[in-house]
């Protein structure tokens, strides 16, 4: 069992910034990429960002490409997610989410083991 847990969500103005950070604790001597997946009231949960184990390969949905940036401490069993320049479309959950034995990245929800419970943000006009 991993265990995940955001942290760092709120409410900012648009074109602010947020650092969302997702805690792992249990089982995390497993190798696991981290994806971090957002949901807006009445939508699908939907990919945002993923990161493989080394940190070396990295993935962004086209909507926030040159605007968020993810990134990874195994020592501290951390995983960030940095979002800049916020937009009030990108109001959501953000949940994080870890897939075991994974040394890519994956887009696939179903790939995904393990969630946190989710952290608001909320990004006003």
């Known amino acids: 069992q991993v265990q995940l847990l955001e942290s760092g969500g709120g409410l900012v103005q648009a074109g602010g910034s947020l650092r969302l950070s997702c805690a792992a604790s249990?089982?995390?001597?497993?190798?696991?990429?981290v994806g971090w997946f957002c949901q807006a009231s009445g939508k699908e949960r939907e990919f945002v960002a993923g990161?493989?184990?080394?940190?070396?390969?990295?993935y962004y949905v086209d909507s926030v490409k040159g605007r968020f940036t993810i990134s990874r401490d195994n020592a501290k069993k951390l995983v960030y997610l940095q979002m800049n320049s916020l937009k009030p479309e990108d109001t959501a959950v953000y949940y994080c989410?870890?897939?075991?034995?994974?040394?890519?990245?994956?887009?696939?929800?179903?790939?995904?083991?393990?969630w946190g419970q989710g952290t608001q943000v909320t990004v006003s006009s």
């Open positions: 989410a870890a897939a075991l034995g994974w040394d890519g990245v994956t887009t696939d929800r179903s790939e995904y083991n393990y």
């Open positions: 249990g089982r995390t001597y497993s190798r696991y990429a």
């Open positions: 990161i493989n184990w080394s940190g070396g390969s990295t």
